[in-house]
Nanobody, 115 residues
């Protein structure tokens, strides 16, 4: 059974940085797409960034130039480096992976940006 576990959330002041990590276990084969979504209070969950197994990346306009997604295929892990964080980035961040056409979600990690 595929399990997805995020880590690295927390509180940071505006302009600061955080790095989120996501570890995937239970996948025997390569994971096609790994990504990060976020959900702010009272809003719908939205895509932040994703990365395909070959390295192709996709970013939401709101985070382009500030966030960087990367993955380690050998470790079945995906990361999100978040720089120049702003209060509007406050949300629960979820890791999502697509494995054999089935999507799996982590439990989420809270990122709070405030002074």
């Amino acid at each position: 059974q595929v399990q997805v576990v995020e880590s690295g959330g927390g509180w940071v002041q505006p302009g600061g940085s955080l790095r989120l990590s996501c570890a995937v276990s239970g996948s025997e084969y390569s994971i096609y797409v790994m990504g990060w979504y976020r959900q702010a209070a009272g809003k719908q969950r939205e895509l932040v960034a994703d990365i395909q197994s070959g390295g192709t990346t996709n970013y939401a306009d709101a985070v382009k130039g500030r966030f960087t997604i990367s993955r380690d295929n050998a470790k079945n892990a995906v990361y999100l480096q978040m720089n120049s964080l702003q209060p509007e980035d406050t949300a629960v961040y979820f890791c999502h992976v697509l494995y054999f056409h089935v999507g799996y979600w982590g439990q989420g990690t809270l990122v709070t940006v405030s002074s």
